[in-house]
């Protein structure tokens, strides 16, 4: 993880490398591919980084805001993910990067992985390519990639935490 300057383009800062994540275009990736081997994912509550060890298990790094730096990183076994995005400290990750379908919730401070069961419904044919959560204005913006557009979920925290 890194900083740089958006004036001229200067490194500002580096964090400490997070071994042992496997992964590259296509291999170790979420469910569609691309350059998704390793994701980093902002929520209220800090800076993550989330990347697959091997092929059952994931890996959730909290980082430093101002190093960088690892502090803490949890694991949990799973298969092939979609997509995943946090909110509060919760990380939700959709089975599909076809589907709008979340089959798994990790809380990152108790390190507990919970089944769940929520569809968003997207329009257009799914291939959601990311999906951020916006805390002020509860909601999800889905990429989706076929019909090349962003989707917009209002009052998601009545979906996720219902």
């Known amino acids: 993880m890194a900083k740089w300057d958006s004036a001229d383009g200067s490194l500002d800062q580096q964090g400490a ?12 990736t979420f469910g569609w591919g691309g350059f998704t081997a390793v994701n980093t994912i902002q929520d209220s509550t800090g800076i993550y980084v989330v990347g697959r060890l091997n092929d059952s298990t994931w890996q959730v790094s909290k980082l430093d805001i101002d190093t960088l730096n690892p502090i803490e990183s949890k694991t949990f076994a799973a298969g092939g993910m979609g997509y995943v995005f946090a909110v509060d400290g919760t990380l939700f990750f959709g089975e599909s990067h076809s589907s709008g379908h979340i089959g798994t919730a990790f809380d990152f401070e108790t390190g507990v992985k919970t089944a769940v069961d929520i ?3 997207v329009p257009g044919d799914d291939y959601i390519s990311n999906v951020v959560y916006d805390s002020a204005a509860d909601a ?3 990429s989706n990639t076929i019909p090349d557009q962003i989707s917009v979920v209002h009052h998601a925290s009545d979906i996720l935490f219902a």
């Open 119 to 121: 569809t968003i419904d």
């Open 17 to 28: 490398p997070i071994p042992g994540l496997i992964g590259q275009n296509g291999p170790g």
């Open 140 to 142: 999800l913006y889905i």
